[in-house]
């Protein structure tokens, strides 16, 4: 992914609200789970980190891209954003 497509990603993640959190058990199964088909429907999404999980965001954001194939797009702070195309029916147009 190149700078020009990620910038254009981070723009579009601006006005999104949060719909993945992670809390004190970290990424479990049924976290994957909900990720991969939110990313499925939407193909970006953002995602936070609450106080007492026990992984960074950063650690948090490579451990769930690597396992959903997804692109790391931001992270700041407790929240980060990832992206990957629909298998199906890709909606968003990489510049």
Request: proline letters at 6%.
């Amino acid at each position: 992914m190149t700078s020009k497509q990620r910038a254009y990603l981070r723009s579009m993640a601006n006005t999104m609200e949060t719909i993945l959190y992670i809390g004190k058990d970290g990424i479990v199964p049924g976290t994957i789970k909900q990720a991969s088909d939110a990313l499925e429907a939407r193909e970006i999404i953002k995602c936070a980190i609450q106080q007492n999980c026990p992984l960074t965001a950063k650690e948090a954001l490579n451990e769930l891209c690597a396992t959903l194939e997804a692109e790391p797009v931001q992270c700041i702070g407790r929240r980060f954003v990832m992206y990957r195309p629909s298998k199906d029916d890709p909606r968003i147009v990489l510049p």
